[in-house]
């Protein structure tokens, strides 16, 4: 079974970047969706973006539209979120996940498709 390790997470203040990664134990195979999550203290967790690797398509909430990316390196079995014009409103726990299946616009960003976490990396941004 996959595991998933993420890194880079920290405390910045507004208006800087961070980026995060989420390193698979082995290969994810060519049906997945790679998925970023973030939850808020008294909040639901939250779709971020997402990455369907068998066409590379990738999908965003719309409050990070423009400002993060995800890609990956399959040579490092790593999918990254890189994150600029951080907000305070950023400020959450982020986690990488896996799914097994196909992931489309409707789905991509719903954590019940996703059957593998990460353990979460804090990203903090101050005013």
């Known amino acids: 079974q996959v595991q998933l390790v993420e890194s880079g997470g920290g405390s910045v203040q507004a208006g800087g970047s961070l980026r995060l990664s989420c390193t698979a134990s082995?290969?994810?195979?060519?049906?997945?969706?790679m998925g970023w999550f973030r939850q808020a203290p008294g909040k639901e967790r939250e779709g971020v973006a997402a990455?369907?690797?068998?066409?590379?398509?990738?999908y965003y909430t719309n409050s990070v539209k423009g400002r993060f990316t995800i890609s990956r390196d399959n040579a490092k079995n790593t999918v990254y979120l890189q994150m600029d014009r951080l907000k305070p409103e950023d400020t959450a726990m982020y986690y990488c996940?896996?799914?097994?299946?196909?992931?489309?616009?409707?789905?991509?960003?719903?954590?019940?498709?996703?059957?593998?976490w990460g353990q979460g990396t804090q990203v903090t941004v101050s005013s």
């Open positions: 082995i290969t994810t195979h060519s049906g997945a969706c």
């Open positions: 996940a896996a799914s097994g299946d196909y992931c489309y616009a409707v789905t991509a960003l719903m954590g019940r498709i996703y059957s593998t």
């Open positions: 990455m369907a690797t068998f066409n590379g398509i990738t």
